[in-house]
């Protein structure tokens, strides 16, 4: 699997960060999260995929990542190169990770 796909039955490991962020710097952040991930994140092991939403207000940005297992997350977490797009996130926006595990989808 390379593309997100929301699934109940998928044992993948899902991280959704949440930044609140000034909406003079969501633009900024934006930025900063997508140089991590074509730099840092798509080349790790157990990467499956990061999207990235901005809120029309310009006061939160969202980074919806999947990974094949929390031991892939928690081996990139610990990367030096992803620790430093954290600390530039950090410095702009307040974050606020957690893992999650679907539960339920609908569709139409």
């Known amino acids: 699997m390379t593309d997100t796909v929301i699934r109940v039955e998928d044992q993948i490991a899902t991280v959704i ?3 609140d962020v000034d909406p003079a710097k969501q633009q900024e952040l934006v930025e900063i999260l997508k140089e991590g991930a074509e730099k840092v994140f798509k080349g790790r092991p157990g990467f499956i995929s990061v999207n990235l939403l901005a809120s029309a207000d310009g006061t ?8 094949r297992s929390p ?3 928690k081996a990139t ?4 190169e992803a620790q ?3 600390k530039k996130a950090g410095e702009i926006a307040k974050a606020s990770p957690h893992p999650y595990r679907v539960v339920a989808t609908y569709h139409a």
Not at 60 to 67: D, K
Not at 77 to 80: G, Q
């Open 77 to 80: 977490l610990a990367d030096p």
């Open 60 to 67: 939160r940005v969202v980074n919806y990542a999947q990974w």
């Open 17 to 19: 960060n949440v930044f």
């Open 84 to 86: 430093i797009y954290a």
């Open 71 to 73: 031991d892939d997350v």
